[in-house]
């Protein structure tokens, strides 16, 4: 009895072992097999630690030069906000003479010489031709009469300056014990000055038609039909225009030829009325726009062709007389210094083809010129790589090297551009906004920084 | 009609066998005209819709075009779910159709709707476009060109012009689409200061270029005799001719394009590029066609590439084949599969051999495996099903299967006809084949008709694993019918060709021996009942205990020597600088042994169906032929390299049909995923940050993560309206000329051979990409366009845009999701520790008292549900096939008793596969499940085998009821047991011991399962349940 109870109870033993070791290898490999499953299944997605450790980006050594980081320092700048204005180089009427016949009659080339042609440069004095004059009775009784009008008018003109010396010296004795005015002095002189001038102009128109009757009066003597006078350009310039050939009758005062001097140019300034607070700017360097066409098309990167015109240092002027009304932009002439001995020299020998120093800058053509507008003043600010700045959520970004491979974000406040480089504002002492000089920034694949801080995050800063 | 059938077979025996040849024939020319394909269509019916919306951010293409859009093609017919995406310059829409629907038809539909947005979208968005049809495994072959002789744009040139249209004409090509290079246009990039110079505006440049080129038709001239044709030759060749064409006379000067713009060949501008090695290229992605044929297709492919080869590198082109090759795939799979079948083959052929010790009872059982094989492919390629991984695996799966019938047949009738030999008075062979063959005829029928109707389930699967498995089911069940036919017809037929003289053979010695020892060993069983019941119970206990813990997986992961691996950026990240993150990703891959080619491919293309953005790449990871360690060995590297090494970007990688996979189940990649629906963006993005809060604050959630959909940096031009009015420019004015200026604005089409080269007008670059260059971009002022205003100055009749827009940087949206026409959201989130149905629970019930802005609602789902929903459907469709199988067998056996005492079979088959499913990690995936359903169908026929014997004994031949008829019963049904397991379990090892290579990913964890259960329910079947059939199953003489 006692050995079947024995037996049965070892048989239900061995069972229960078999049945349990079975169960606990299959547990056991399963535990094996579940952990290796959890290892691989679990990395479809490759997890990397964000390399952030309170705000520095901990991208590393090996990592930057993976992805070819480059730094570069900030450098210091001096940035003043300038504003590109336009404008065009426009007829200089103060440049430009007319060359006119004294009297009615016929004209007539220089012998041995041509009739000037348009593009040739004419120096002041040299002659042009010739006006014949009919000198009829009628013709002459005409030139007396003009003689005795000049005659007149300059007796009158030198009554009135002998009445205004008179009146300059009174104010001058009671403008010395300061009862009137240093201003009615002035307005004195000037109406002495303008006196004189008018006197001078009269006397020249005596002599001119003394000098001419006389000229009458010589061989051929008063029985003479005809005199000749010969037409000088008045100034330097270029001929631009001939409104008379030989042969042709025109009348006294007509204009038989325009000159125009272009190296006096002339040069209109749209300028944004916003900025004109001070006033326009006393000078600035104005520059063509080109209309060269450029390298031959056809080929991938075409880099702007360099340009072959030297700015041109203008001055003010004064207000333009038009406006326009829709833009209203308000116009300024600004004009170019000429340098009389350099003029002069450019003339000496000068012919066509001969380049002078404004030979460009003929109107018509369009110019910029850089402006800084009055409230505008030069600040100390910082310059990058273009590529050092980044934009996220409305902000602008640089990172800057702590250490080497390890980067913080910075905001930024950009000023401008200047070229290939960002102008940015400084930092100010303890500011969180701003760079300082010689701070070193990544300037090439900074994307890479911004891209680890702000990957997977669950809510944005 | 069982009967009929096989005296029939006797009787025209020859017949037969010239019929079996002609099956094995014509199976045969089946096999070899078959398509061949990886995956059967997993995809359900669906249809792309693609329009391009050149320069128009995410937050402008939702409302205007993919709106407009989704409103046409709402409510189509059999319209499943309809998805959208909308980003930079495209818009993407997905209708997804209910299974079942004509794909022609559903894109018949959809192009029917598509003709009324015609009119609905705005100026400038190119014409809606239906992708093309192809498959879910569409992507056939890629290929890769570089060149150090050739430019970028010379490259893409070739590829597109030469190339592409080559590979379009191979049969069964549906699209090729080109990443990388420069796409060439004309571009004129113009200087606004030469503008300025002459006095001349953009308007002015436009219709310049507009009207430089031209085709027009001259008509004919005829006369008595004869017609000539006119043909004007006006068009540009170059972009030297197109910049000799005039804007305007000044002066009676012509000032010409270029001198008021560079006139260059140039790329337009990106939103995708390549590189092949870390080098600059052009990668050729090819796709077939719906239902082509993979391997055929691609090697037309690769023989018309071969045909260009010599000429590549006269121009100096490097070709690197086979960056991706889809056939590779296939022909491993076929490989091992075609490897396993025969080794499968070769076992049961040595196992039948050693059982029946009759080489011609081998040759009769083995003659059944092809022909129900190549039966099966018949009726597959006949039904246009192609042999992918899923048919071939049903047939691998189905080998052991197919021989059972036979080999219980041929072992009856060969025992039968021994024991005819030592009759007396022997009967004639013929009498005893046929009475042999319908002795074990029905049980067999029923078992074969149960084994089928197991699986009936798989084909009633909805979604993914429908369409994946049924495919298997097919397959599986059309062997096993076939197998069927060939045991009622062709074995009889066979066996009396064959066998008759094999009557005087001896019993196989092993069976003599085994058959010994088990009497015994079941003699002494049968006194411990109670012993035997503990232990089964326990078994059953512990494997019940064990399935509550089981993880799940929809579908295991594939392996294939080919990575895809997703590396993003943050939005904002540049394309050169995407693809130099991605050449570092190279080099370093390159390093590794296994690594054959990587190449990237960054941003999408314009005819891929993709929808991302530039800070987005896929590299392609070709690696050698590897086996299971060493492709785990070169995984691990692969991780090894990626991780931490690349700050800056995230990283996922997967096979290639994962990939595909992930991408059909359509954005629900993740465990758990939150849906936020609403119509107003910002209130459903904060909504996501506080769901996504509250899901943090659950146990066991891991990783959460709102999709990222805003952070795009933005340059805001904001118009001042009063201001615009000052110079009587509207708001059309500014944003043609910002338009115009930035993205180009495309005036004509040059033709230079069979190439369409675009004309584009638009800003010089180093201007274009100046920010603080934008307000300063000069606009046409018609207020002041009169010509006494324009004679004032160079900009009187023009103004610049920061006098009347303000510019500004932001942050804006690079992606608006749709789904069912609703904006949408979403939230994913892994789960550690914890099962994911309590998990999934929990949150809905957190999230039920969140308090969501009015409008906007959220709903919990991901690929749980995905598995929970097959669960359920297997499930509730199995307990439907099992009512069914109870029945069949109610019918074959009559009494309860017999029923119950069969079906316990069922939790001895459960402990094995258990047992199994324990060993590979305790992941049920849906092959495994599958792997159960068929379990239960085989196991089954070993019940009715010895239960239908048992009664057998009794009722035919009049054994009286005891331990004797049970024992006696028992060892005649050993052998036939034991060989169909056997021989089962045989052709199953290969499969099972290639779990984790290449092509048996799916197949191998369900010949694990079927032969875990195997073991213990053949165990068990032979020893417990005549133990238990003693106890229990009294005579019943009721009929």
Known sequence: ?461 | MLQAIVQWSIKNRVVVVVLSALLLAFGLHAAEHAKLDVFPEFVPPQVVVQTEVPGLSASEVEPLVTMPIEQALNGVPGLDVLRSQSIQGLSVCTLIFEDGVDVYRARQLVAERLTETAGQLPDGVKPPKVGPLTSSTGRLLVVGFTSEKLSPLALRDWAQWTLRPRLLAVRGVAQVTLFGGGVREFQVQVDPEKLIAHHLTFTDVLNAARQATGVRGAGFQEDANQRSILRVEAQVHSAAELGQAVVAMSEGTPVRLRDVAAVVDAEEPKFGDAAIDGRPGVTVDVFKQFEGDTLETTRRLEAELNRLRPGLDQQGIVYHPALFRQADFIERALGNVTQALLLGAVLVAVVLFVFLFNARTALISLLAIPLSLLGAILILWTCGVSLNTMTLGGLAIAVGEVVDDAVIDVENIFRRLRENARLSRPRSAAAIVLSASLEVRGAVVYATFIVVLVFMPVFFLSGLQGRLFSPLGYAYVAAVLVSLAVALTVTPALSLLLLPGAGGAQEPPLVRWIQGGYERLLRRLDRELMLVATCLATLVAAAGWAMYHFGGESLPEMRESHFVLHMQGIPGTSLPQSIAAGNAVSRSLMKIPAVVHVSQQAGRTELGEDAWGVEYSELEVSLKDLGAEDFEAAEEALKAALRDHFPGFSFEIFSFLSERIQETISGVIAPIAVKIRGDDLGEIDRAALAIARAIGAIRGSDNIRPEPQTGQPELVIRPRPDDAAHYNLRAADILDAVHAAYQGAEVAQAYDRNRIINLVVILEPRIRNDPSAIGDLWISAPGAGSAAASALGPTSDRIQLKQVADVFLSDGRFLVRHEGGVRQQLVTCEVRGRDIESFAAEAERRLGTLSLPAGVTCTVTGAHEVKRAAQRELLSLGLAAGAGVLLMLGMAFGTLRRLLLILVNLPFALVGGVAAVSMMGGVLDVGSMIGFVTLFGITTRNGIMMVSHWQHLGEAEGVPWGPELIFRGARERLAPVLMTAIVTALGLLPIALSWGEPGAEIEGPMALVILGGLVTSTGLNLLALPVLYRRFGMRDTSP
């Not at chain 1, 349990?20 to 056991?28: K, P, V």
């Not at chain 1, 104010?171 to 004195?188: C, F, M, N, R, T």
């Not at chain 1, 170019?336 to 012919?351: F, H, K, N, T």
């Not at chain 1, 800084?372 to 003043?377: F, K, S």
Request: aromatic content about 6%; glycine content about 8%; proline content about 8%.
């Open chain 1, 1 to 461: 009895m006692f050995r079947r109870w024995i037996y049965a109870l070892l048989k239900w033993v061995l069972a229960g072992c078999a049945i349990g070791g079975l169960i606990f290898a299959a547990y056991w490999v399963s535990g094996e097999m579940r952990a290796e499953r959890l290892l691989e299944g679990d990395e479809d997605k490759i997890q990397s630690p964000h390399r952030l450790n309170q705000g520095v980006v901990e991208l590393g050594a090996d990592a930057a030069e993976r992805y070819g980081l480059k730094d570069t320092p900030a450098r210091a700048v001096a940035w003043s906000l300038e504003l590109p204005i336009y404008g065009q180089v426009v007829p200089n009427s103060a440049a430009a003479a007319g060359v006119r016949s004294p009297f009615a009659g016929t004209l007539r080339s220089t012998p041995h010489a041509a009739w000037p042609e348009p593009g040739r440069l004419l120096r002041a004095g040299d002659p042009v031709g010739w006006i014949d004059l009919r000198l009829a009775p009628q013709e002459r009784l005409n030139l007396r009469d003009n003689l005795n009008s000049a005659r007149l008018r300059k007796e009158g003109a030198e009554k009135i300056v002998a009445l205004q010396r008179e009146r300059v010296k009174r104010i001058q004795k009671v403008s010395e014990s300061q009862i009137v005015p240093g201003q009615q002095l002035d307005d004195a002189r000037v109406l002495l000055a303008d006196a004189e001038t008018q006197l001078a102009i009269a006397t020249a128109a005596v002599d001119l038609w003394k000098e001419a009757l006389a000229d009458m009066a010589r061989p051929g003597g008063p029985e003479a039909t005809t005199y000749s006078r010969p037409l000088a350009a008045p100034a330097d310039g270029t001929v631009v225009e001939l409104t008379a050939r030989p042969g042709m009758e025109v009348e006294a005062g007509a204009v038989v030829m325009q000159l125009v001097d272009f190296r006096r140019p002339l040069v209109r300034m749209d300028l944004p009325r916003a900025t004109l607070g001070a006033g326009p700017p006393a000078r600035l360097r104005v520059f063509p726009i080109s209309a060269e066409p450029p390298a031959p098309g056809g080929v991938l990167e075409t880099q702007p062709p360099a340009s072959t015109s030297a700015p041109l240092e203008v001055f003010l002027v004064g207000p333009s007389p038009r406006v326009d009304d829709a833009s209203q932009f308000a116009g300024y002439w600004y004009t170019a210094v000429l340098d009389p001995a350099q003029a002069a020299s450019e003339y000496r020998g000068a012919s066509l083809g001969d380049a002078d120093t404004h030979a460009g800058w003929r109107p018509g053509l369009r110019v910029k010129a850089n402006m800084t507008p009055p409230e505008a003043r030069p600040q100390p600010a910082v310059a990058v790589p273009v590529g050092a700045v980044l934009f996220h959520q409305g902000r602008s970004l640089v990172y800057v090297r702590v250490r080497p491979g390890a980067y913080e974000r910075r905001e930024v406040k950009i000023l401008g551009r200047q070229g290939d480089s960002w102008v940015l504002t400084p930092r100010e002492s303890s500011g969180l906004v701003g760079l300082s000089v010689d701070e070193v920034v990544a300037s090439e694949g900074g994307q890479v920084l911004l891209s680890e801080e702000f990957r997977g995050d669950m809510e944005s800063d």
